[in-house]
């Protein structure tokens, strides 16, 4: 009565006590027994195998059950008496005539029961156990503390000795584990002592191995979640208290772990840009051949990169150049009636590694090559109409990467150049120390959209340069003086080159010179063509004089005609 009333409590249904015996067990140890009428079982032999293809078993539920070849059934002499894991045969079940009865007690592999379940659509309280697997060594003693019930509810004489199949014993897991480790993992400062102490009240077997670190021996019960050591830390933070350990911000590295401090600079590139009116793209780092074939980028003359998986041709290749898909996205705004463009990337391009390239830019994985990149897609109409609204030209991209140069301290010129891609007489090299780091012009497209698109791609690198902070010029209290430089030179003479030789020059108290008007027609010799620059020369400690100024202009004027056999006519302003 006790036992049907304990089993009603826990909502368990009585059938009779034997069952009822193996149902309670099952409660009080997670261990899934069987009772089978050892009258019904044929032959006097059971054993475990796999169904044979065609069997077929009536379960308990009444179900006649249509068995596989991988499903793992107890079988007697001639038929399959019960599902192993899942629920026994209707034919040999414990009845009020059984005298004589056969206990079952085992572990099954919990993926065997899972499928075996699955494939039957079948769930029951000993299935559910098996699937998450049950305590090896616990069906012995479960069997023990059943047998022992039966005897005690339905009377009977308990017969010395069973049949005990455990070909291939568990070995007990062992887990490293590191007291510093546990503690910068627990962000706390747990007990080394108590640890241990800790452990052995779990029923693990624990044995030293060093000052700090013990090794660990899992007990049978918990070999299905205590597998790494990360799992003894949580028992161990368990037990510790959760609430006990101190809320702490954790410790971030920065973005630049590096000494190089690219990030920093990739950032002042995307502040400075933006300040300038371009937005930001992040787009695909691979697009189709045909993107790769026209714009081969800062890896000309290399091999692209292939996918070996690709989703479609259409991202096929590792990029070579930004510009594919930044000019569709450049388009789809086009498309929609955007009036103005200005999208810049930063990413990296790859290509196929040679092997005669520098060791410098093969930062990428083997038989590759990337390098950090900056392209800038513009065009259209800025400003609003109560302003003037301009039309972008070439000028303005090259003017925001000059603007880029000197804010960051790179080294940017250039030069005419023939892409192509870009249209003749618009287009040009970028150069940085003497060497072509990218280039600027004017996208030649076969079906033109409503407006140009003018671009730019260049290494990252190349305006990000390692400028220091230098210190800061204080404006001079006392009144400049600015005098106007006239020069008739040949017009292949880049202003970049006159620039560039008048600060090499550059007398004491010059403090900038700019391009004032450059102009080629009547008057001037052919082939030639008249620069004006303006000087502005300023003391900080004083006013100069006329003199002073006319001195040391006179040097820079001959210094500058020695250079380029240049006639020049000077004035002030």
């Known amino acids: 009565e006790w036992l049907r009333q304990r089993l009603e409590t826990i909502g368990s249904r009585s059938i009779n006590n034997v069952v009822d015996v193996t149902n ?7 261990q899934p027994q069987h009772a089978f009428d050892l009258a019904k079982i044929g032959g006097g032999t059971i054993r475990v195998r796999r169904a044979h293809a065609g069997e077929t078993l009536i379960t308990l539920d009444g179900e006649d059950r249509k068995l596989a070849p991988e499903m793992l059934v107890i079988a007697d002499q001639e038929r399959p008496v019960a599902l192993a894991g899942v629920m026994g045969g209707l034919e040999s079940e414990v009845t009020e005539e059984t005298t004589d009865v056969l206990l079952e007690s085992a572990f099954f592999e919990p993926a065997a029961v899972r499928k075996t379940a699955g494939r039957l659509g079948m769930h029951t309280d000993a299935s559910h156990r098996f699937e998450r697997g049950t305590d090896p060594e616990a069906a012995a003693w479960a069997a023990d503390r059943a047998v022992a019930l039966i005897a005690e509810v339905a009377g009977g004489e308990v017969l010395a000795g069973a049949l005990d199949a455990y070909p291939s014993p568990m070995e007990r897991r062992r887990i490293p584990l590191d007291h510093e480790r546990l503690v910068a993992f627990a962000g706390a400062p747990i007990p080394k002592e108590r640890v241990e102490v800790w452990l052995r009240g ?5 044995a030293a191995t060093g000052p700090s670190s013990w ?15 990360a799992d003894l830390y949580e028992e161990a933070i368990r037990i510790y208290g959760i609430d006990d350990i101190p809320a702490t911000l954790p410790r971030l590295a920065g973005t630049d772990a590096g000494s190089d401090g690219s990030s920093r600079r990739e950032d002042r590139i995307r502040r400075h840009l933006a300040a300038c009116g371009y937005t930001e793209a992040i787009t695909f780092a691979f697009h189709d051949t045909a993107g790769d074939q026209r714009f081969p980028g800062l890896y000309e003359g290399a091999e692209p990169l292939r996918l070996a998986n690709a989703l479609s041709e259409r991202y096929s290749v590792m990029r070579r150049s930004l510009l594919p898909n930044l000019l569709e996205s450049a388009r789809f705004n086009q498309r929609r009636g955007a009036d103005s463009v200005a999208l810049f990337e930063l990413g990296h391009v790859f290509a196929r590694r040679d092997e005669t390239v520098g060791e410098e830019q093969k930062d990428g994985p083997r038989g590759s090559q990337e390098k950090a990149a900056l392209a800038l897609v513009a065009g259209g109409r800025r400003g609003t109409p109560w302003e003037g609204a301009k039309e972008l030209d070439f000028f303005d991209v090259k003017g925001v990467l000059e603007s880029l140069h000197e804010h960051l301290g790179g080294d940017l010129s250039f030069r005419p150049a023939a892409k192509p891609f870009l249209v003749d007489g618009c287009a040009a090299d970028i150069l940085s120390r003497g060497e072509v780091v990218g280039y600027c012009g004017l996208l030649a497209e076969e079906e033109p959209g409503p407006y140009p698109l003018f671009l730019a791609e260049l290494e990252a690198q190349a305006v990000a340069g390692k400028r220091e902070d230098g210190p800061v010029v204080v404006p001079s209290k006392h009144p400049g003086i600015g005098v106007d430089l006239t020069l008739t030179h040949a017009v292949e003479i880049p202003w970049q080159e006159i620039s560039r030789a008048i600060r090499k020059a550059a007398p004491a108290d010059l403090i900038h010179w700019t391009l004032k008007d450059r102009y080629a027609g009547k008057g001037v010799p052919s082939g030639a063509v008249n620069t004006t620059i303006h000087f502005f020369y300023n003391a900080l400690d004083r006013s100069l004089t006329q003199d002073e100024v006319n001195e040391r202009h006179s040097r820079l004027t001959e210094t500058l005609e020695g250079r380029f056999r240049w006639a020049s006519e000077q004035g002030r302003g």
């Open 24 to 30: 309670y067990v099952l409660w009080e140890t997670g």
């Open 202 to 206: 779990l029923g693990c077997e624990v």
């Open 215 to 229: 090794s660990v021996a899992v007990p049978s019960w918990r070999w299905t979640d205590l597998e790494l050591p």
